[in-house]
């Protein structure tokens, strides 16, 4: 695909052991949704399952909705909340 457009995925702390890497490159489809995306994600990432529900997704470094919809060249950063003792 000569003219794919992309987006950037960051990967931290435990979501990164998870997947192996801290970024990587994704296809953007057309119209796809944070929620649509995370679909996506753990199908690429099976062990990323038992988190799905505490997964929280920034992209430009804002919190967005899972209705959000992801656009070309966005940096889009995934984490599960961390809590300090």
């Not at 997947?19 to 099976?46: C, H, K, M, N």
Request: glycine share 4%; net charge negative.
């Amino acid at each position: 695909m000569s003219n794919s457009t992309t987006f950037t995925v960051l990967y931290f702390a435990r979501v990164a052991e998870l997947t192996g890497q801290r970024s990587e490159q994704w296809s953007l489809e057309p119209d796809l949704s944070v929620a649509q995306w995370l679909t996506q994600l753990i199908a690429r990432y099976p062990d990323l399952a038992s988190a799905e529900s505490r997964l929280k997704v920034a992209v430009n470094q804002f919190y967005v909705p899972r209705t959000h919809t992801i656009q070309a060249n966005d940096e889009v950063a995934v984490f599960e909340p961390v809590t300090g003792g």
